[in-house]
């Protein structure tokens, strides 16, 4: 397809953000991947997130948003399900960076002598671990991707812009592209799109040293010829490279939409990639992303889901389960409107709203705030055989509702709870992947202490989630603390009508579990979110949204 064929050194792409924050780098970044996949490129993805924190496995989701995990267990940005979803390749620890994880090596270092006496400073041992990170593994892909969280001009940004504007110098023009995102307000009462904050944050982008190569300009109109004009001459940027980033009704669109403005095809230009059939690239781009634009834009029909948890005011807190509805929605031709129900709501309030869909979904979420009104959701779904799913506490929840409501056990709880009580939900032994028990107590560490990563589960056959998974073993995500407590308690929960129908490698936790006289009342310990994705919709939501659809069942009073 390529003249010279393919990348015949590795090349690096760094994508920066201006202006204001949460403008899409994910998004662009990912596309940009993805377009390069579609050219026969092989790429991989990182980022580098200013934050002290190690990680944002302790933050709250208010804050950060979703907390990503990985295959490996690794707690990441919301970003790299971005990655995983519109890419299809598996990110990994080693593709996430931050300032805490860069301190703590280089304090380490530091400790053992490694920097034979030397003070200790951003330049050159802050910037030297940045860039370590950034080239480590680039010999195995044609395209490294980074984009550098935050906002140009943030300080806690100005080592990573240092390390972007040494690696250009170290590696050359040749191999290195800065992609610059920023925004271009329109101004109604003028009637005309400003320029003059794009201006200001690449001038401050070249005070640190670093030009950049391409202009992403997010707006919700087209770039006429005069705007991208001025945009060239005063950003010190050729007019090609002044690309339109249109809003767009779903961010799945973008990919194309990033296509037909040219951004791949600059990309390539100024690596000297020249492309000998871009009709067969269109073609490709097109019948790839192109396929999802009829079910997003123009569905068959449509399903009502609420959500009921406690970090509704913030949707990115829940941002993979949004678009694994969506992939689910894709798969049955159907659009998803989702309900966001905030589950500390007077009962009424949530009752009356609940009366309104067709399926029930209860996320995970920590603390026991917030409990009783998603358990009033799992109560309602449960006796007016309302489709359900729980993921991962709503799968806890509705063990304890069904010991409180069924069997009338009162004191059924979890640790996470309360230290007394019938403890359906604890801390429980289970066999790590490097074969140890693990045991987690309440005065350990939070962050990065829990069940997290893939684990294995086999699924009984005959089961519901047999038929939904078309498989005896599975293997999904993990991201918890507590486990549903079947070695004291598979009695009570056989008596409130629970089936286990997933179970660890292990034996010895319940990874999925299932109503058994409920049209689709399912609970998974894990986060099958996380593996979704626009082309290969996770079969659970798949089979959710399609029972959601088809139940006609009469809703109770």
């Not at 009424?348 to 705030?369: A, H, N, T, Y």
């Amino acid at each position: 397809m390529f003249s010279q064929a393919k990348a015949h050194m590795p090349y690096f792409i760094f994508v920066t953000g201006g202006v204001m924050s949460s403008l899409g780098k994910g998004i662009a970044a990912s596309s940009i991947g993805a377009l390069l996949q579609a050219r026969g490129f092989s790429i991989r993805m990182k980022k580098l997130d200013p934050y002290i924190n190690v990680d944002p496995g302790t933050m709250s989701p208010f804050k950060h948003g979703e907390v990503f995990v990985m295959e490996d267990g690794c707690e990441a940005d919301l970003d790299f399900g971005h990655y995983e979803r519109f890419t299809g390749i598996t990110c990994s620890a080693s593709d996430s960076m931050t300032t805490g994880k860069i301190y703590e090596t280089v304090l380490n270092k530091e400790r053992r002598g490694d920097y034979l006496g030397s003070d200790i400073q951003v330049i050159p041992h802050i910037t030297t671990e940045i860039k370590n990170f950034i080239t480590a593994g680039h010999e195995a892909v044609d395209f490294t991707i980074c984009e550098i969280g935050g906002t140009v001009g943030d300080i806690e940004g100005l080592p990573y812009i240092e390390a972007l504007r040494q690696l250009s110098i170290e590696l050359g023009k040749s191999r290195t592209i800065c992609v610059h995102l920023t925004f271009l307000p329109f101004v109604k009462t003028a009637g005309e799109l400003k320029t003059k904050p794009t201006q200001h944050s690449v001038k401050l982008l070249q005070s640190m040293g670093v030009q950049p190569d391409i202009l992403m300009c997010r707006s919700e109109c087209e770039l006429p010829d005069e705007i991208k004009d001025k945009l060239s001459m005063f950003c010190n940027i050729e007019k090609p490279n002044v690309i339109t980033a249109l809003d767009a009704d779903s961010i799945y669109l973008i990919p194309e939409q990033h296509h037909i403005a040219g951004l791949d095809r600059q990309i390539c230009t100024h690596f000297g990639l020249r492309c000998d059939d871009e009709d067969k690239v269109d073609n490709l781009v097109k019948t790839t992303w192109g396929s999802l634009k009829k079910s997003i834009t123009n569905p068959k029909s449509s399903v009502r889901i609420a959500v009921v948890g406690k970090y509704t005011k913030l949707k990115d807190a829940y941002i993979s389960l949004t678009q694994a509805l969506i992939h689910g929605g894709i798969a049955n031709d159907a659009k998803v409107e989702i309900d966001w129900l905030d589950s500390e709501w007077p009962a009424d309030e949530l009752l009356s709203s609940l009366s309104k869909v067709s399926g029930i979904l209860v996320p995970g979420g920590f603390s026991s705030r917030g409990t009783a009104g998603k358990m009033l959701a799992i109560k309602y779904a449960r006796e007016n055989n309302v489709t359900f799913l729980g993921i991962c506490l709503g799968l806890q929840l509705a063990v304890i509702e069904a010991c409180r409501n069924v069997l009338g056990i009162e004191t059924a709880t979890s640790r996470e709870f309360s230290e007394e009580g019938t403890l359906v939900v604890d801390f429980m032994e289970w066999w790590s992947s490097g074969a140890s028990i693990e045991l987690r107590t309440m005065d350990g560490d939070k962050g990065g202490t829990m069940r997290l990563g893939s684990y294995r589960c086999h699924i009984t056959e005959g089961s519901l989630a047999h038929k939904i998974y078309e498989a005896t073993t599975t293997s999904e995500r993990h991201r918890h603390r507590y486990e549903i407590n079947l070695k004291e308690y598979r009695d009570l929960f056989d008596r409130a009508g629970f089936a286990v129908s997933g179970i660890s490698a292990d034996g010895l936790l319940p990874e999925i579990m299932e109503l058994k006289d409920h049209h689709f009342f399912v609970g998974t310990q894990a986060h099958p979110e996380f593996k979704s994705t626009p082309f290969a919709p996770h079969p659970l939501f798949k089979a959710f949204i399609k029972a959601a659809a088809t139940n006609n069942q009469p809703k109770l009073t």
